[in-house]
C-alpha cells in the first residue's frame, strides 16, 4: 500500500459539524469561530490595560488633581497593565487570533489538525482570563509587583496583593500555558503536516512563518514561566525557599532561608525574553503580507525574510540577561548577553532594509491597513535604535529602570505590534466580514494613533535621560529632576487620553461596518494568498467547499508583466498566466537566479 | 507500512522540508507528540537547573541521599536501593512498551493488549513505590516540603516537587495507556491504523528518559 500523506485523506480530517446555535458559536470546533473568540477575548482584556494605563497617566500628569488612583492600585495598574497587555492580550491576539484565523487558510487546510484540541484552547484561555480578573476583586486586589513579578517584594506584606492576587496571578498564568500549549501544537503540527498540493514551505506567506516561528519560541519559553509559577506558589503557598532568601520583614526574620531571587529573574527573563518575539514575530509577517498587497510588489528577499525569522527567534533563546544588567553579574556575562543582543540587529535590520525596499516604486495603495504598516516601519526603527542604547551594559546602566527603557518597549514592543494588529485587523476584516469598514474612520483613527504615539514616547525619552524613575506614583521634589520634567508628563497624559479616546474610533467603524460597510466582495485587496481564494467569503465551515485547492507559485506574484491583473492568485497554474521570467521569482523553482 | 515505504525511498532532510503537504511522513498525531515532548523537555530542564541552582545557593549542607533512601532488609541498610527497583521497573516497562508497538504494527490486537495492559501495570507499581518512599520521608523521617531533619530546606522542596511532578506524569501515562489499550482490545484502531500505540509509547519512554535524568541529578548527584 502506498504512503498517501494524511493532507489527501479527506476522510482523515474529522470535521465536527455544528448543529445547533451553540456548537457553533460557542463550542466551536471550527478555526474561524475559535479565532474571533480568542480576538474578542483578548481585545476586551486590551481594553482593560488601556484603562489602567490611562489611569496611572492622569495621575502622572496631574498628581494633585485627580483622586483616582492611590499608590497601591497604581502598582497594581502598573502589574496588571504590563501583564494582560504582553501576555493575555498580544500574545493570545496574534497567535489564538490571528493564528487560528490565517493558519488554516493559508495553509489551503481545512482546519487546524486537531479542532477539539484547539476549541479546548480558547476556553482554557478564557479561564485564565477569569481567574486573572477576579483577583481585581478579592482582599488586597491584584498583585502590584510589576509584571516581572520579583521576589522577595512580590510575597512581602508591602507590595499590594501579596496574599490573595499573587496566588491568583500565577494560578492564571499556569493555565494560560496550558492554553496557549494546546492551541501551539496545533498551530505547529498544521504548519507542518496540513498544507495543500504544490504548497512547499518556501512557498508559505511570511505570516505563517512568522506565527510558526513565534508559537515555537512560546512552546520552549512558557515552560520556564510555568516552571518558576510553580516554585513561586509553593513558596507562597507552602513555604518552601526557592526563590526566597533569609529576609528580616519589620525586625522580624522570615521562614524562608538559602533561596535565589536570580534564579526568578533568569528563568523568568528566559521566557520574557523570547516572549518579545513571540509577540514580534507575527507582526513581521503580517506587516510583510499587508505592505507587499498595498505596494502591488512581491516582498523584497522572501528567502532571507525566513530566514531572518528564524534567526531571530533562535537567538531570541541566548539574550535573555541583558534584562539583568542591574542585577548583578559577571562582567564577562554581560559582555557575552551584550554581544548576542546586538547580533540580533543585524537579521532585524535585514528585516527592516527589506520592508522599505518592498515599498520601493511599488504602486503603492494609499488603503487604511497601508497607513497603519507604514506607520509601523517608523515606530519599530525608533524603538529597535533605542534598543541598541540599552542592549549596552554601560549604556544600560544609567537608563536602566528610568523612563527611557519604558519608552523603548512600548515603542517596539507595544505600538510597533499593535499598528501591525490594527492594519491587519483592517486588511483582513473583509475576509473575516464579507464587508469593507469605513475608509475615512479608519485613517482617522490611524493618525491619532500614529501622531499621538510619539506624542506620548518621544518626550519620555528625554525624561529617561533626564533619570526620571519609572513605576514612581508621584515624583515629589527631586534636584535632579527640573520642574518643567513635569510639565512634559502632563503633556504626555494629554496626548494619552486623546489616544485612548480615538481608539473608539476603531470600535465603532468595526460594529458599524459589520451591517453597514459596503459588500467587500471576494478579494478586495486583489490579494495573491491564498486566504483571499476561498469559494465563500466569509469562508465557510471547511473552508474550501468540496475539493482542497493546489498551489502553483509562491504568494507574492504583484505586477507581473504579461498577466491579465496586477496579481496572480497562488491557485492559477503556470500555464494559465504568462510568467516573466526576469521578474518572477519563485524561490523553489528558481535558486539558481535568486543567488544571480 | 508507511514507515517502510518511506525509509526505502532516499529522501533526505531536505526534501522533506522543501515538499508540499508534510514536512514529515509521519501521523499528525505523532508529529504533534515529538513536539510536546520538546516543550516537556524544557519544563524538566528548567525544573533540573532550578534544583541545581538552589542547590548551590543554600546556605544549609545538602543532606546525603544515600543515607536518606536506603532501606534495610535485616540486616545493614542498603542505600537507594527503593529508587533502584523503582528504576528497573520503569526501564523494565519501556521494554514491554516497545513489544506493544510492535504487536500493534503487526495487529496483534489482543498481544498489543496485554502488553500495553503489563507496560501500565509497572508503571502503577513505579507509583505505588513512590507512594511508599514519600509516606516513609513525611511520616517516619519528618522530610517536608518547608523543612527537613537532615539540612538544607530546599532538599524536601525540590525532592517533593520534582519527584510529584514526574509521578503526575506516569499517573498521566497510566491512565493514557489504559484507554489506548481498551480501544485496541475493541477494534477502535483497525481502519485508522496502529499508530497510536506508538504515540502513546513515545510519551512513555520520555517519561522513563526523564526518570534516568532525575535519577542522575537528585539521588546520585
Known amino acids: 500500500m502506498a504512503y498517501v500523506p494524511l493532507a489527501d485523506q479527506d476522510s482523515e480530517m474529522e470535521m465536527h459539524h455544528p448543529h445547533s446555535w451553540v456548537t457553533k458559536y460557542v463550542w466551536s470546533q471550527d478555526h474561524k469561530v475559535i479565532a474571533i473568540q480568542y480576538g474578542g477575548i483578548a481585545i476586551a482584556v486590551g481594553v482593560v490595560a488601556l484603562i489602567l494605563s490611562l489611569l496611572m497617566r492622569m495621575q502622572l500628569g496631574f498628581p494633585e488633581t485627580f483622586d483616582l488612583i492611590d499608590p497601591s492600585s497604581y502598582y497594581q495598574s502598573v502589574t496588571m497593565h504590563g501583564m494582560i497587555m504582553v501576555v493575555y492580550m498580544l500574545t493570545a491576539l496574534l497567535l489564538g487570533g490571528f493564528g487560528n484565523y490565517l493558519i488554516p487558510l493559508m495553509c489551503g487546510a481545512r482546519d487546524m489538525v486537531f479542532p477539539f484540541l484547539n476549541m479546548l484552547s480558547v476556553w482554557v484561555y478564557a479561564l485564565s482570563v477569569i481567574i486573572l480578573m477576579s483577583s481585581f476583586f478579592v482582599s488586597g486586589g491584584p498583585t502590584g509587583a510589576g509584571w516581572t513579578l520579583y521576589p522577595p517584594q512580590t510575597t512581602m506584606a508591602g507590595t499590594p496583593g501579596h496574599d490573595m492576587g499573587i496566588v491568583l496571578m500565577l494560578l492564571s498564568l499556569a493555565v494560560f500555558i496550558v492554553a496557549f500549549t494546546m492551541g501551539g501544537l496545533n498551530y505547529v503540527t498544521t504548519v507542518l503536516q496540513y498544507r495543500c498540493r504544490g504548497l512547499t514551505m518556501m512557498r508559505l506567506p511570511l505570516t505563517v512563518w512568522g506565527i510558526f516561528i513565534a508559537t515555537i519560541l512560546g512552546l520552549f519559553a512558557f515552560p520556564a514561566l510555568l516552571v518558576s509559577a510553580i516554585m513561586m506558589l509553593f513558596d507562597i503557598l507552602l513555604g518552601t525557599s526557592f526563590f526566597m532568601p533569609a529576609v528580616i520583614e519589620s525586625g522580624t526574620p522570615l521562614d524562608h532561608n538559602g533561596g535565589s531571587p536570580i534564579l526568578f529573574q533568569h528563568l523568568f527573563w528566559f521566557f520574557g525574553h523570547p516572549e518579545v518575539y513571540i509577540v514580534a514575530l507575527p507582526a513581521f509577517g503580517l506587516v510583510s503580507d499587508v505592505l507587499s498587497t498595498h505596494a502591488r510588489k512581491n516582498i523584497f528577499g522572501y528567502r532571507m525574510m525566513v530566514w531572518a525569522i528564524i534567526a531571530i527567534g533562535g537567538l531570541s533563546f541566548v539574550v535573555w540577561a541583558h534584562h539583568m544588567y542591574v542585577s548583578g553579574m559577571h562582567p564577562y556575562f554581560g559582555f557575552f548577553f551584550a554581544t548576542t543582543t546586538l547580533i540580533i540587529a543585524v537579521p532585524t535590520a535585514l528585516k527592516v532594509y527589506n520592508w522599505v525596499l518592498t515599498l520601493w516604486e511599488g504602486d503603492i495603495r494609499l488603503n487604511a491597513p497601508m497607513y497603519f504598516a507604514i506607520g509601523f516601519i517608523f515606530t519599530f526603527i525608533h524603538g529597535g535604535l533605542t534598543g541598541l542604547f540599552l542592549g549596552n551594559v554601560v549604556i544600560d546602566l544609567p537608563l536602566s529602570d528610568t523612563y527611557f527603557v519604558v519608552a523603548h518597549f512600548h515603542m517596539v514592543m507595544g505600538v510597533s505590534p499593535v499598528l501591525v494588529i490594527f492594519a491587519a485587523l483592517y486588511h483582513w476584516y473583509p475576509k473575516v466580514t464579507g464587508r469593507m469598514f469605513h475608509e475615512g474612520m479608519a485613517k482617522a483613527h490611524f493618525w491619532i494613533t500614529f501622531l499621538g504615539t510619539y506624542a506620548i514616547y518621544l518626550p519620555m525619552h528625554y525624561l529617561g535621560f533626564l533619570g526620571v524613575p519609572r513605576r514612581y506614583y508621584a515624583m515629589g521634589s527631586t534636584d535632579f529632576i527640573p520642574e518643567s520634567a513635569q510639565d512634559l508628563n502632563a503633556a504626555i497624559t494629554i496626548a494619552a487620553l486623546i489616544v485612548g479616546a480615538a481608539q473608539i474610533l476603531f470600535f465603532i467603524n468595526i460594529f458599524w461596518s459589520l451591517r453597514n460597510g459596503k459588500p467587500s466582495g471576494p478579494n478586495p485587496w486583489g490579494s495573491a494568498s491564498l486566504e483571499w481564494q476561498t469559494p465563500d467569503t466569509p469562508p465557510k465551515h471547511g473552508n474550501w467547499g468540496d475539493e482542497l485547492p493546489t498551489v502553483y507559485r509562491w504568494a507574492y506574484d504583484y505586477s507581473v508583466p504579461g498577466a491579465h491583473e496586477d496579481f496572480i492568485p497562488q491557485n492559477v497554474p503556470e500555464s494559465e498566466e504568462p510568467t516573466a521570467d526576469e521578474q518572477h521569482f519563485d524561490p523553489d523553482h528558481d535558486a539558481s537566479k535568486a543567488d544571480a | ?221
Open chain 2, 1 to 221: 507500512m508507511s514507515e517502510a515505504a518511506i525509509s526505502g525511498s532516499n529522501s533526505t532532510l531536505v526534501d522533506d522540508w522543501s515538499a508540499d503537504k508534510q514536512a514529515y511522513h509521519v501521523p499528525w498525531g505523532k508529529a504533534m507528540m515529538w513536539i510536546f515532548l520538546v516543550s516537556d523537555t524544557f519544563i524538566f530542564t528548567c525544573f533540573l537547573t532550578g534544583y541545581l541552582h538552589v542547590r548551590l545557593t543554600t546556605t544549609d549542607p545538602w543532606p546525603l541521599q544515600s543515607e536518606i533512601f536506603a532501606l534495610s532488609f535485616g540486616g545493614d541498610p542498603i542505600p537507594l536501593i527503593l529508587i533502584a527497583i523503582m528504576t528497573f521497573i520503569l526501564i523494565t516497562s519501556s521494554g514491554t512498551m516497545a513489544l506493544a508497538v510492535n504487536f500493534g504494527y503487526r495487529r496483534d490486537k489482543k498481544k498489543t493488549f496485554w502488553f500495553m495492559v503489563a507496560t501500565a501495570a509497572f508503571g502503577a507499581s513505579f507509583v505505588g513505590m513512590q507512594a511508599f518512599e514519600w509516606s516513609k520521608l513525611i511520616l517516619e523521617e519528618g522530610v517536608r516540603p518547608w523543612g527537613n531533619p537532615f539540612g538544607a530546606p530546599q532538599f524536601g522542596s525540590v525532592f517533593f516537587m520534582i519527584t510529584g511532578f514526574h509521578g503526575l506524569h506516569v499517573t498521566a501515562g497510566v491512565i493514557y495507556l489504559l484507554t489506548v489499550a481498551f480501544k485496541v482490545k475493541k477494534g477502535h484502531y483497525d481502519k485508522k491504523g496502529y499508530e497510536i500505540v506508538e504515540i502513546a509509547g513515545l510519551y512513555w519512554h520520555f517519561v522513563d528518559l526523564v526518570w534516568v535524568f532525575i535519577f542522575a541529578f537528585f539521588y546520585l548527584l
